[in-house]
């Protein structure tokens, strides 16, 4: 069976976005995959965080990747901070990797754009990600495409330790979703939908009651035709609206056309509210059971167990490749 790994940074409430372009697509990988689902915590930390919202935040992420479908029958969900493999592996790729490489990461230069003092961590983080990624002979990567970048950096450097020490490391790919993969803003609809944005109308967070989600799809941005039409470079609020409803419903963007034929933007924002609302409502109920609950430590706990299991082997392996440590007869 092949692997799959996946983390996302514990930094805010999910949004809309995050469930359809990820935990939904997790929820269904599982059955046919080896995963691993990572609370990448460490990675959080190389911009500022308050360590008490942090800490919430980790429980909250945590509570919405059971409450969003993932099984921890079938899948390992656990903390990065929790597995010492992944900062230990991640020093080890710092060792090989080059500043030039890293210097061209596109997130690397848009954080740390007009700022003074900048976290060496916020540029060396890609090598603690290729760690995350290598430690469990990874196969398959769900990632979005802004994502796609660390992702070759992940394999450039797989392959440049197998090369020049022993050729341990599985060489990952990236699995991007056809549909849904990128949601974007609700109110500046060229623009990626993330849960760091300061405007509170640009996105829906997972926890979102469902008078504010009706609220934020009726004033999103669309245009002055009336025109339900998937047209991405022409008509990109509209384009964006059939595609959450069309991920969210299961229905075709074409079916969803024909739908609102002539209908107005009235009763197709409307429509759209109703599946988001109708997607989330049982997530944030079961969300609700375990948040505060020690069943949740109980599924982390296991998954911690699961992953460190898996990831000492591969560090093992790795430290030997490099001559690190001794050999133990």
């Given amino acids: 069976m092949k692997t799959i790994f996946s983390g996302i940074q514990p930094s805010g409430i999910l949004t809309l976005g995050n469930y359809l372009g990820a935990l939904q697509q997790f929820a269904k990988l599982q059955n046919d995959y080896e995963c691993y689902f990572c609370i990448v915590d460490e990675h959080a930390i190389t911009v500022p965080q308050d360590r008490l919202k942090l800490r919430h935040n980790i429980r ?28 230990q592996l991640g020093w080890m790729m710092q060792s090989i990797s080059y500043m030039g490489e890293l210097e ?16 060496s961590a916020l540029l060396t983080y890609p090598d603690l990600m290729a760690a995350d990624i290598l430690l469990y002979g990874t196969d398959l990567v769900p990632v979005g495409e802004d994502q796609t970048q660390h992702l070759e950096l992940t394999r450039n450097l797989a392959q440049r330790f197998n090369n020049k020490f022993n050729d341990i490391f599985t060489i990952p790919t990236a699995s991007i979703p056809k549909v849904g993969a990128r949601i974007m803003s609700l109110q500046e609809p060229t623009k990626k939908m993330s849960k ?52 969210c419903t299961g229905e075709s963007i074409e079916m969803l ?10 009763d197709f924002k409307q429509g759209v509210a109703e599946a988001v609302i109708s997607v989330l ?12 609950s020690p069943e949740l430590d109980d599924i982390l706990d296991r998954g911690a167990e699961k992953a460190a299991k898996k990831a000492n082997k591969m560090l093992a392996k790795a430290k030997k490749a490099m001559g690190l440590g001794r050999v133990r007869k």
């Fill in 60 to 87: 909250s992420l945590a509570a919405l990747y059971i409450a969003s479908g993932i099984d921890p029958e079938k899948s390992a969900l656990f903390i990065q901070s929790e597995v010492p493999a992944h900062t």
């Fill in 104 to 119: 061209r990461m596109t997130q690397f230069k848009d954080k740390s754009a007009g700022k003074n003092a900048v976290s």
């Fill in 196 to 247: 760091s944005d300061e405007n509170d109308k640009a996105f829906i967070s997972m926890l979102d009651e469902p008078k504010k989600i009706e609220k934020k799809i009726k004033s999103a941005v669309t245009d002055s035709e009336g025109v339900v039409k998937f047209d991405k470079e022409n008509k990109p609020g509209v384009s964006n609206l059939l595609t959450i409803q069309s991920v």
């Fill in 257 to 266: 056309e024909s739908k609102y034929a002539g209908s107005g933007y009235g």
């Fill in 281 to 292: 409502q049982p997530i944030q109920a079961k969300y609700a059971e375990l948040i505060d």
